[in-house]
């Protein structure tokens, strides 16, 4: 015992707090969330903007492309 207080000098890594860390992480997660949504609704915005055209290319209609569309953002 004595040999590894010699080696550390007795003292431990300092670490945040645990409430710091879980802060961090809920925080992260709600960010990640929330790009997520934002990146569901610039898609299905874009969606509704595509010509008959093109809808036709990617192989669906209008109105798949309308309730796809106008879905809430957090769906």
């Known amino acids: ?16 707090p645990l409430g710091r860390r879980a802060s961090g992480f809920v925080l992260r997660s709600v960010l990640e ?3 997520n949504w934002l990146g569901k609704r ?4 874009a969606l509704l903007q595509l010509t008959d055209e093109q809808l036709r290319d ?6 798949e492309a309308r309730r796809e ?4 953002f957090w769906d």
């Open 33 to 35: 969330r929330v790009e």
């Open 58 to 63: 990617v192989g669906i209609s209008r109105d």
């Open 1 to 16: 015992m004595g040999a590894i207080k010699t080696i550390d000098n007795g003292r431990r890594p300092s670490a945040p």
């Open 69 to 72: 569309g106008l879905r809430p």
């Open 42 to 45: 610039r898609s299905r915005l």
